[in-house]
């Protein structure tokens, strides 16, 4: 998703600490560059780390993991106080959207924490020390366990951005979601405020790409039934073809950047490669 929300100009500016915060190291055959996944439309930047799974399971559906979730909910004294109640909507959409997508994934709340931390709040973009110190404060849990950090991102017009299973054992500290508090169900940013935030930076988080991933050509986002995209989608492009060939853009997958309210979808092959993903690296919870 555009999980950027229209600060145009910041994307810019963006692409450069995208491509410094490109860092992290995955093993799979032969050693790769996995960076932490940062969202803007910059993010396309970095479309080289690409992972290819050695023997993925063909055919047969994977059997649901569990993931417990750690709630890390930021604030800055007054603004980002998510209550319990939101916290248990925003999960309960995320529960709902994979499982109705097929997604092998259940998630149940493991842990709420509290902190009122302006800095952390405001600034804790990838790479900064913002979230570094956050996170070595209040992750918890094993390569298997999701950690969340509600914060505000708006001061470089982000949605999120996620850590990908590969990277979990060079820099297990950095591992998760950080994502806007205002994305949650009922939030602010319309049209970015029906949940689907959480639902796609968690895909990052099981080892999905974009599905704009690497354009028309190549290997793409590594999964062969969503068809090639050349951009991310905007708003519901429906009928929308950018790679000729290759099918309709899938603009209702989770891993696009459509309005929340376009996606529903995750395809087969993209639950196969998280399951695989997940089973090779999450493994411990
Ligand atoms: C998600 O679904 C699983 C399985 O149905 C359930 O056990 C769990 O409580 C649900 N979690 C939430 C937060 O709704
Ligand atoms: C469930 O998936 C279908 C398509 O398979 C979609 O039309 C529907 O909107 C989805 N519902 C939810 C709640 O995600
Ligand atoms: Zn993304």
Not at 2 to 10: D, E, N, P, Q, T
Not at 41 to 51: D, N, S
Not at 71 to 93: F, M, N
Request: aromatic share 10%; net charge neutral.
């Amino acid at each position: 998703m555009v999980r950027i929300f229209s600060f145009a100009a910041v994307a810019v500016l963006f692409a450069s600490s995208a491509a410094a915060a490109a860092t992290g190291r995955g093993k799979c055959g032969t050693t790769l560059t996995l960076p932490s996944e940062l969202e803007s439309k910059a993010a396309e930047v970095v479309k080289t780390h690409k992972l290819k799974i050695a023997s993925m399971p063909s055919g047969s559906r994977a059997a649901s993991r569990s993931v417990p979730v750690n709630w890390h909910v930021i604030d800055d004294g007054s603004k980002g106080k998510l209550t319990s109640a939101q916290i248990a909507e925003q999960l309960r959409v995320l529960n709902l959207s994979y499982s109705n997508a097929s997604m092998p994934f259940t998630f149940t709340l493991a842990k709420t924490t509290r902190t009122t931390n302006s800095d952390w709040f405001y600034n804790a973009f990838g790479g900064t020390s913002q979230e570094s110190a956050m996170k070595s404060a209040l992750r918890s849990g094993g390569a298997g366990t999701l950690n969340l950090y509600s914060v505000d991102l708006s001061a470089q017009g982000l949605l999120g951005y996620a850590t990908f299973p590969s990277s979990y054992s060079s820099a297990p500290s950095k591992d998760g979601v950080v994502f806007e508090y205002r994305s949650i169900p009922g939030g602010s940013l319309a049209p970015y405020n029906l949940g689907a935030t959480l639902t796609h930076e968690v895909g990052h988080w099981v080892g999905l790409y974009h599905t704009f991933q690497g354009g028309c050509s190549g290997n793409g986002d590594f999964v062969s039934d969503t068809p090639a995209e050349a951009s991310p989608a905007s708003g519901c492009p429906k009928g929308r073809d950018t790679c000729s060939g290759g099918g309709l853009d899938p603009v209702n997958n989770f891993m696009d950047y459509s309005d929340d309210a376009c996606m529903y979808a995750f395809s087969s092959g993209q639950a196969t490669r998280a399951a695989a993903l997940c089973n090779q690296y999450r493994a411990s919870v």
